[in-house]
């Protein structure tokens, strides 16, 4: 299995009631997308998150949370997190919380 369907689970939950979120599989994981923009999602070992780069350094402030570096190279706005992240409510809302704030931003797609 390419990601952990029980931490696909825990976001699907706690994104449950959200307007607009989808599921598409990319990149042998599971994105969130909402209003058509890429939230959050589930690879091989853990979580990303879009915070945008305004949230970036925030985020990185969050334990458990890294740069995404998914081709070797840092992804601008972008961070990966343990899978553990997950399981801890704060944490876990804590970077949710600034990829919400980021991508409520954007216009639909």
Known sequence: MAYSE??????????DGFQGIEERRMFGGLAF???GNM???????GAMFRVGKDNHAAALKIDGVRPM?????PMG???EAEGE?????AR?????RLALDF??????K
């Not at 991508?103 to 639909?108: E, S």
């Open 6 to 15: 029980d931490s696909a689970q825990i976001l699907r939950d706690r994104l």
């Open 33 to 35: 997308m909402l209003q």
């Open 39 to 45: 939230l959050c999602g589930v690879h091989r070992g």
């Open 69 to 73: 570096a998914f081709t070797g190279r």
């Open 77 to 79: 706005g972008m961070v």
């Open 85 to 89: 992240l997950l399981e801890d409510d």
């Open 92 to 96: 876990r809302e804590a970077v949710l």
């Open 103 to 108: 991508v409520t931003g954007l216009p639909p």
